[in-house]
């Protein structure tokens, strides 16, 4: 540890990592005027509406490169419609990955499927051997999520599913504006959700959207985040095919959200970017450690920035670092998520959700217990995922707020340094 009575390189924490909200101005608060002085808050009608719905749908669509944007309340809404769009109940597993967020899970559970966990690689998403390991004859959707701001190897999982015939959903809820050789996240798999909550690339608090190309699960997405059934062009439900009746979720987005999220928006790429400057001038900084590993990304330019991983040869050394960088003043606390060995990353990790690992029922038997689920059931306990188990417990997560400044990345690559010279002499 840092000798006694060390002074701290800090002493006052770190910006908060909200990296949307940190760029909230006057347009945002004239987005929301607008609104509300149009009195005028539903997507669907009004007494002057704005179209602010639409429009974010049609804006983000084009931001994206998709066919297709549908917003919707939350990023966890907008995985339940997307699953419902693809028709998953019981009888399925949904193969999802071992680092994740709790919603991931919630949204195969409700649907009364059944998830199954595939291991990680360097990249902290899906690894594509494990997806490949862990299908089985029941296996409809691989739920891939792009975790802490970087993209995974989401073009192989892809390949993955179509050569075995599954449908591919991107998760892409902590990595809005994230991009592969140019080519945005949501756009690999059949379709893509992003969030809009508080902590992620933009936000309005709260807020989701699903996206696909495909005309049919976008029809079907489009009756089930409402009342079930179809729309035409103007917003009113299509009773006329009773084959596409569905039900609804009641996960509709409202305009006052939807014009705050434009602005937003146009924000993006300035957010990302002062995100990923940080986050990459502070990797360089680490390349000179050699017992440091960098998570592999699979294109940088394309990284968000929003988290820095960095995974160390034990998980001894690994909370050493983090002490003496926390000690340092190397923290948000007590606000923010701060800087944390991972396995304090609550419930991010599969094996610290507990509803996950006891198999808690929605209704009694539902839906481990139904008939169609008989035998599809796994272990989700510490250990179904052992090359996440080792990476969580060696690497430390540390989140950079897109409103750093070089003085606060001085601090932390000072604090590193300083972390590293000890273990140099230990
Ligand atoms: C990976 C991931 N998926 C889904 C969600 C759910 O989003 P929301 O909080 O908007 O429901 C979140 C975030 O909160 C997330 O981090």
Redesign the pocket.
Known sequence: MPAAGKTPIRTKPLPLEFPGAHYVGQEEIDAAVRVLSAKSPFRYFGIDLQNEVATLEREFAAFIGVKHALAVG??????SVALSAMRVGPGQQVVIPAY??V??AA?VVNQGAIPVLADIDDTFCLDPASVERRITPHATVILM???SGAPGNVEAVREIADRRGLLLLE?C??CCGGRIGGRSVGTFGHMG?F???M??NMTAG???CVVANDDALYRRAVACHDLGYPKDENGQSDFSDAGEFLWGKGARMDELRAAILRVQLRRLPAITAAMRASKYRIRAALARFPRVRLRTAPDPAGDTGCFLITTYPSPEMARRVNERMRADGIVTWPQGCSNVVMTDWGM?LYYNIPSLVNKTSVAPGFPWGLAENQGLVPDYGKGACPAADSLFERSILLPIPSCLTSEDEDDIIRAFEEALAWEAVE
């Open positions: 939350s990023g966890m809404g907008a995985l994740m967020w919603s991931v949204a999520t792009h975790m998760d809820a902590q959700v969030s809009f909550q902590n992620k709260e807020g989701g991010h």
